[in-house]
């Protein structure tokens, strides 16, 4: 399959800014919590914009499990031990039964939190929203009237959000997702549907990039002056304030296209499972080892000059994980075939 140039670089780069913003910050400011707040939507837009459909529900499923279902099995796999570990640490002891029996069905409960649950690797909450996405698709695409369906339902998320928000706790990661990310996985959907974006950009899309950016943070400033006060006027600034954002990046990415694509580019666009899913790890590593290594107390977090350095080494690491799991082992990567 040809690769297409804007879709490396923007997962290359929002991948790296979803490390920069897992990892503790010292300060909230503006900036951060609008990355913070518009980043994953992203993936959600790519994964509308690449879905394709591969004809009976056996075939899409076949791509739904190497794809979505055995990475998030093998990711929280791997990320037991790291609990077990990080447990010993904070408690001194090994966990129990009882305290095992958290993360286990933190995992299974797509990353829920709550009263008897604790996500065991937070991130992979993207994986389930995703497939769930796939699956309604799926469903809407077998009827004549999928663009209709698919606009009611993208309205019905957004009520459900609003009411969600109004009602309930945040700890239903998954869900929380699915209701943010519908209407920008079906943008993404409907754009490679009318074949918009297939070429590379021109001076045209700087100008729109430029004009989407700074609309996007005018829109989230106000947001956030205002949204401990107006639950209404977040859910209804949430998202064009993210549309923007990420058409603003796409855009962005899109001006890149008539360069020669790095491999590292297109090596770290491949392997972004293998950094949603170990990042925590690693995050938690370096963390761990500044605070006992150095000065820096980690509940005071990162200034930014310190965050973004950082981040970028941890996204290094999964470097060569993702170039092993390209040679020998690419379930991590989603993919059945090296």
């Known amino acids: 399959m040809n690769r297409i140039n804007w879709v490396d670089w923007t997962k290359c780069i929002a991948v790296t800014t979803v490390v920069f913003c897992h990892l503790p910050q010292s300060q909230e400011w503006m900036y951060y919590r609008y990355l913070q707040a518009c980043i994953i939507y992203i993936f959600f837009f790519l994964s509308g914009y690449l879905k394709r459909d591969r004809g009976s529900m056996s075939d899409n499923w076949s791509k739904y499990w190497r794809g979505l279902i055995v990475p998030y099995i093998i990711f929280n796999l791997l990320a037991l031990p790291y609990w077990v570990l990080r447990f010993y640490l904070k408690q001194g002891v090994l966990p129990d039964l009882a305290d095992l029996s958290r993360p286990i069905a933190g995992a299974l409960l797509m990353q829920y939190t709550g009263s008897f649950a604790e996500p065991l690797n937070g991130a992979l909450w993207y994986l389930p929203a995703i497939l769930a996405l796939h699956l309604l698709t799926d ?18 998320s957004y009520l459900a959000y609003y009411a969600y928000r109004c009602s ?42 430029a004009g989407c950016l700074v609309v996007s943070v005018v829109l989230f400033y106000w947001h956030y002056a205002t949204y401990g006060h107006n639950m209404l006027l977040h859910v209804s600034l949430f998202y064009p304030v993210n549309a923007l954002f990420v058409l603003g990046v796409i855009l962005g990415c899109r001006l890149l296209s008539g360069w020669t694509t790095p491999d590292w580019v297109v ?72």
């Open 139 to 156: 469903l809407c695409h077998r009827s004549r009237h999928e663009r209709l369906l698919m606009t009611i339902l993208c309205v019905v």
């Open 267 to 338: 090596n770290l666009s491949i392997g972004t499972l293998v950094v949603i899913g170990l990042q925590w790890t690693f995050i938690g590593a370096v963390n761990y080892a500044l605070a006992h290594l150095t000065t820096f107390t980690v509940a005071s977090g990162y200034n930014w000059y310190e965050a973004l350095p950082i981040a970028l080494l941890i996204t290094a690491v999964h470097y060569p994980i993702i170039l092993w799991a390209m040679r020998r082992w690419p379930f991590l990567l989603g993919r059945s075939k090296k």
């Open 168 to 209: 309930a706790p945040d700890g239903i990661m998954t869900l929380m997702g699915f209701l943010r990310g519908l209407p920008f996985y079906y943008l993404g959907y409907a754009f490679a549907r009318r074949g918009w974006l297939r070429n590379g950009g021109d001076w045209h899309d700087g100008l729109l990039c």
